[in-house]
């Protein structure tokens, strides 16, 4: 039994109910999340290299995004830890270079005397030795005089050296590297990143013990082991005279020793070592151990 | 292929949209009928809320008028004769059967007036429970939908809820792109089951109280009707 007034209410209910449900259909469409960018912590994993990398710049740089050393001169590279000092164009002196004294100017005086006296009239002799005696002198005061003009003599003063070096402590060498980098970034001079792989050390290894000769069926080889440190240079090549670090006694290990320096210079160039890396080996010990080599 | 081509490859029914109607259209059929019937089930609670609205300010209404009619000194006689013509309801249905017990008593040539008290009394009884059962009628309708439509909603959520992490499973990819629109229309049964249940509730709580209301107006009017008519009958036996 339908009455009109549950008509009415029936018809209000479902024209409100598909009223709302049209404006349902307009307005409830699925917006996606305007989400604020969150502030998020951006994680990256790096190796202790990339990190040192990083670290690479100067200490006062503006923040740049690339990480760049100061250079400022090609050369071998070298880096200062103050790069604000003024650049000095002179060398840098080192004491112990200018420890040996420069030789002194030969005294000129000594020559004449030296001339074996004729034996004729002892008048004539001596006048004419007076008189060359003179002008030896003279001639010497001369050349003396010339040279004191021309080469003003330096004095070698250990304090003066010392105070020489004092002053120069504001300046400081220009900073050198592969490429010049007006502008370099912040980070710390000595974040070297080069690393010498276990690769390349192993082909070195290899090169030197194939060219090492120790004396074999010694009793103790343990006393035979040799530890060199050589310093190379960006061609590979020893750029100085390798130091023994291992002391021992006996022919036996001289020979071992002498062996392993010869190994060295005759192992160079060592360009299995990459040039990227060269501050990693620019100076590397070696250890020369005979028990290795027989182990393989 | 990158992942996202693989998800649209695995999940053809899942697309971007997300409309209301995309919502319905997208879910298994069962979570369709759910979200059918609970439509209907809302229509009709608010038809029977629209109706029992308009019938108890109606009804207190006529009750009013009534009630001022009554106390205003007119003639019982001329009342009834003027209700009696029409059909009525509530207050002045009670007074047109008091009367039509009442009248009957008296025109008949017996003058029966031993039972007449007790007559009059069931049948104003008997009015009264028909008048609360026109004003309650329905009103379960509204109880059933008001607790079960949760319920309702909730089977749909769980069903499509199913069916979407069977789905992933079949997808073998977890990204919220995959796993939100199945889950979103589920959500949407029970949402559905809310919007029909939370009305129903509260209007089902309201007209309980309003039925009671005007069974208590209507009872005291019938004691105090009662207690008119037994002087009358006092006088005149």
Redesign the interface.
């Known amino acids: 039994m339908k009455r009109p007034?549950?008509k009415?209410?029936?018809t209000?209910?479902?024209l409100?109910?598909a009223g709302l449900?049209l404006w349902?259909?307009i307005s409830?469409?699925?917006r996606p999340l305007e989400a604020r960018p969150t502030d998020s912590l951006p994680v990256d994993i790096i190796s202790t290299k990339e990190f040192s990398e990083l670290t690479k710049g100067v200490k006062n740089a503006p923040k740049v995004e690339e990480s760049k050393q100061l250079v400022e001169k090609v050369a071998e590279p070298r880096t200062v830890d103050d790069t604000s000092a003024k650049i000095s164009e002179k060398r840098e002196v080192k004491t112990a270079a200018a420890e040996p004294p420069l030789p002194e100017p030969r005294p000129a005086e000594a020559k004449p005397e030296k001339k074996p006296p004729p034996k004729t009239d002892p008048i004539a002799e001596t006048l004419k030795k007076e008189e060359a005696k003179k002008r030896a002198e003279e001639r010497a005061k001369a050349k003396q005089q010339k040279q004191q003009q021309q080469k003003p003599q330096p004095k070698f003063d250990p304090m003066q050296i010392a105070a020489l070096l004092d002053k120069r402590d504001p300046q400081r060498q220009a900073v050198t590297g592969e490429a010049v980098v007006p502008m370099p970034s912040l980070g710390t001079s000595s974040g070297s990143a080069s690393k010498i792989s276990q690769s390349e050390l192993d082909a070195m290894r290899a090169r030197l013990m194939q060219l090492w000769n120790p004396p074999a069926g010694v009793q103790n080889p343990q006393e035979l082991v040799v530890r060199i440190r050589i310093k190379l240079g960006r061609d590979g090549r020893l750029a100085g005279p390798p130091i023994v670090l291992t002391s021992g006694r006996g022919t036996i290990f001289e020979t071992a020793r002498d062996n392993a320096i010869r190994a060295l210079f005759r192992g160079q160039p060592f360009n299995m070592l990459s040039p990227s890396t060269y501050e990693a080996w620019k100076e590397i010990e070696i250890t020369f151990d005979p028990r290795d080599m027989y182990n393989g | 292929m990158n992942p996202g081509d693989v998800a649209q490859a695995a999940l053809p029914l899942t697309s971007?949209d997300?409309?209301?109607?995309a919502l319905f259209w997208q879910a298994h059929w069962v979570v369709k009928s759910v979200m059918l019937g609970l439509?209907v089930a809302?229509?009709?609670?608010?038809?029977?809320?629209?109706?029992?609205l308009?019938?108890f300010g109606r009804t207190r209404k006529a009750m009013d008028r009534f009630e001022q009619a009554f106390w205003s000194g007119q003639s019982l006689e001329e009342l009834y004769g003027s209700l009696s013509s029409r059909p009525v309801h509530s207050m002045a249905a009670l007074f047109v059967a008091a009367m039509r017990e009442w009248k009957r008593s008296f025109e008949s040539k017996s003058r029966t007036f031993a039972g007449l008290q007790t007559r009059i009394e069931k049948v104003m009884d008997v009015t009264i429970a028909r008048e609360i059962e026109r004003l309650e009628r329905r009103l379960l309708v509204l109880a059933t939908v008001g607790s079960a439509g949760p319920f309702i909603g909730l089977f749909g959520t769980v069903w499509g809820i199913m069916t979407s992490f069977q789905s992933i499973a079949a997808s073998k990819n977890t990204s919220l792109a995959v796993v939100a629109p199945g889950i979103?229309e589920a959500l949407f049964a029970t949402a559905i089951g809310l919007i029909a249940a939370i009305p129903a509730t509260i209007f089902y709580n309201k007209f309980v109280s309003e039925v009671n209301k005007q069974a208590q107006r209507l009872e005291g009017f019938a004691d105090e009707f009662a207690a008119i008519l037994s002087r009358q009958i006092d006088e005149r036996a």
């Open positions: 007034e549950m009415t209410g029936l209000i209910s479902a409100a109910h449900l349902g259909l409830f469409n699925a | 971007s997300l409309s209301l109607f439509l809302s229509v009709w609670v608010w038809a029977i809320v629209i109706d029992k308009m019938l979103a």
